[in-house]
């Protein structure tokens, strides 16, 4: 069973910036996909980004411009970059892993069989 662990989340101001991790546990990012998720109190989990194995980032469009995911491979961490922080963005964060293709697909939640246990981000004044 493969684990990985988000970190990040927290009290932001509308219009600061965060940086959510996604750590491995026991293995290496560097042949698998990564995708990032949240759900907020009483909705839908949604995906938000993805990023292939081979670096190939995807966007949900309500996040485009907003958001950035990467890789760094020497630290076995995938990241999520928010920019510009606004109250909708509150949620808890999931980064999930699985084999997957040069192509992710943002809001393919099943295509993921390892999971994180969620970090939260709260923006408000």
């Known amino acids: 069973q493969l684990q990985v662990a988000e970190s990040g989340g927290g009290l932001v101001q509308p219009g600061g910036s965060l940086t959510l991790s996604c750590a491995a546990n026991?293995?290496?990012?560097?042949?698998?996909?990564v995708g990032w998720f949240r759900q907020a109190p009483g909705k839908e989990r949604e995906g938000v980004s993805c990023i292939s194995w081979t670096g190939n980032p995807n966007y949900a469009d309500s996040v485009k411009g907003r958001f950035t995911i990467s890789r760094n491979e020497a630290k076995n961490m995938v990241y999520l970059r928010i920019n510009t922080l606004i109250p909708e963005d509150t949620a808890v964060y999931y980064c999930a892993t699985d084999f997957g293709p040069t192509r992710c697909n943002v809001q393919a939640s099943t295509e993921y069989r390892w999971w994180g246990q969620g970090t939260q981000v709260t923006v408000s004044t």
């Open positions: 026991g293995f290496t990012f560097e042949t698998y996909g």
